[in-house]
């Protein structure tokens, strides 16, 4: 089987756009591959953030991902940090890394802007941490989105350059785009993010849920009650496809487009359907919740096995650097 590596930030609780833009298919995809996926602690701390939060988001990711469908006995989520070979790995791949390649990525631009008072070395080198994550597990397959694609090419560069060094070791990872790249935030114009309020959370109520939806965006056609709208066009019928059956989903475009459905109604519809998929969510968390001793022996376990699986990669990697002489007398 190809080996698969994905992680993600413990940076708060989860909303929708986390499920269905990432964290689903995780779930589908993760008994196709050897799975390896995990909460990147050492990338969330190029920001400022308070350390008892940041144990307690960790923990609360984990238990998020498991109540998500992520297979606790066969699939190995992990927790970054525990894993030191991830920051071996880093540096040596520093040594590689041209600056101009760094200097390029999006991402550190967009980060920068956002912490301007807190601009570190950390944010800079970031994607070379990322490449390290993946590499070192010698991962083939990453499932990410659009906004991540830099990042797979960047990793693939240092692969290769590498390679070119010192010698076949790592593969060059391809992405695996998710079906859903991207999930509007219910103001309808920006990427869905706790930070900017406009997110849908994955353990909120229903009621609480249904409050944010009705102050969500629609058509902007659609002014009063009777006016014909564009499905296409509405953030709202963009959630119906991601928790709506094609019948329903008909049954609102046609609504729509002649009036004849109101835009409470088509949130209703909506409210309805997302629930059927949340609620079980809500209720495994809840349970897996209960037993938090249980998910931090797992994670202990993997990450046993995940170190052994690093340490092997950087003794190959030291061997064929020449950073091991003295193994040879």
Request: with cysteine; glycine share 6%.
């Amino acid at each position: 089987m190809k080996i698969l590596f994905s992680g993600i930030q413990p940076t708060g609780k989860l909303h929708i756009g986390n499920f269905f833009g990432a964290i689903k298919n995780w779930v589908n995809i993760q008994h196709d591959y050897k799975s390896y996926f995990s909460v990147v602690d050492y990338h969330s701390i190029t920001i400022k953030y308070d350390p008892e939060e940041m144990r307690e988001r960790v923990m609360d990711m984990a238990v998020n991902l498991y109540a998500c469908g992520i297979d606790m006995e066969k699939t190995n989520l992990f927790i970054q940090s525990e894993v030191p070979g991830h920051a071996d790995l880093t540096w040596i791949f520093n040594s590689v890394t041209p600056m101009g390649e760094l200097e390029r990525m999006t991402q550190y631009k967009d980060k920068a802007q956002q912490n301007a008072k807190n601009v570190n070395v950390g944010l800079f080198d970031y994607p070379v941490l990322q490449a390290a994550d993946i590499l070192i597990y010698k991962a083939e397959v990453v499932p990410v989105g659009e906004d991540q694609v830099q990042h797979i090419e960047f990793t693939r560069e240092i692969s290769r350059n590498f390679n070119s060094r010192f010698g076949q070791t790592f593969p060059e990872p391809k992405e695996l785009l998710t079906k859903t790249p991207r999930v509007l935030g219910i103001d309808g114009e920006k990427k869905m993010s706790k930070s900017l309020g406009n997110d849908i959370g994955l353990l909120e109520s229903g009621e609480e849920i249904m409050n944010k939806l009705r102050g969500a965006k629609t058509d902007p056609a659609r002014v009063t009650r009777n006016d014909p709208g564009n499905p296409d066009v509405c953030n709202i019928y963009s959630y119906h496809r991601l928790v709506s059956h094609e019948d329903e989903r008909s049954e609102v475009v046609d609504g729509c487009r002649s009036a004849g459905m109101g835009c409470v109604d088509c949130k209703k519809i909506l409210h309805k359907n997302l629930m059927k998929v949340l609620d079980p969510i809500r209720d495994r968390y809840e349970n897996i919740n209960k037993n938090k001793v249980s998910v931090r022996e797992i994670l202990t376990q993997n990450a046993e096995k995940c170190r052994r699986i690093a340490k092997q990669t950087i003794l190959e990697v030291k061997e064929k650097m020449g950073l091991n002489p003295l193994w040879k007398i």
